[in-house]
């Protein structure tokens, strides 16, 4: 038999399954992803360096929906703010695979060098160089929690007994429509505003 004309297999194929199981499911496997595409499991491990290889291929995946040329916006707070909504949109659209990547050191070149926009953009901005890291995981940390926000269900807390908890039922019945958009539009304003004072004593 000739070989087919369109390859079985290829980096693109597991990327994108692995990304609908952990879409699905929160989680993939090797086999899964295998099964999925109707091939042997050794096969898959032709294409990738394995798991951790894949979660990559992932990172890769979703974070080439960001834009970074948001980066080169000016000024500076300008650019992380775009930077910031364009993160969280990305990330809104895939939340279950944060925890697979948020506990996978970054190794992927595309994603890496990203941030190695980021960096220079702070360091031209005139930020302390101890300063850098510590405000760009501030803002991962703020946009990843609230893509998971966005994909949290309506209510979040439950009352049995609202007499038990009076207050908070009536915190609860005041909180507007779109509750994931105004907590992180709260959240970015804050952070801005606290960063803004961190060059202001660089």
């Known amino acids: 038999m000739g070989r087919p004309r369109n390859p079985l297999l290829d980096r693109e194929r597991i990327t994108s399954t692995a990304l609908r199981l952990v879409d699905t499911q929160g989680e993939f496997s090797v086999p899964q992803i295998a099964r999925t595409l109707g091939v042997q499991t050794a096969s898959v491990y032709h294409h990738v360096d394995g798991r951790d290889g894949i979660v990559e291929l992932l990172r890769e ?6 834009d970074g040329e948001t980066l080169g916006l000016e000024p500076w707070d300008a650019a992380m703010e775009a930077w910031a909504r364009s993160y969280r949109s990305a990330f809104a659209a895939h939340p279950r695979v944060i925890p697979l990547l948020m506990t996978s050191p970054v190794r992927a070149p595309k994603v890496l060098a990203q941030y190695e926009h980021a960096v220079g953009r702070l360091l031209d901005a005139g930020f ?22 966005l994909a949290a269900p309506e209510t979040m807390w439950e009352l049995a007994d609202e007499t038990a908890t009076p207050r908070l039922a009536r915190a609860l019945g005041a909180i507007p429509e779109g509750r994931a958009d105004q907590a992180f539009e709260l959240a970015l304003t804050g952070y801005l505003a606290h960063v803004r004072t961190l060059l202001d004593v660089s």
């Open 61 to 66: 995946r979703v974070c080439d929906a960001i």
């Open 128 to 149: 302390a160089l101890p300063d850098v890291m510590p405000v760009i995981i501030a803002l991962e940390n703020l946009v990843l929690g609230s893509a998971l926000d």
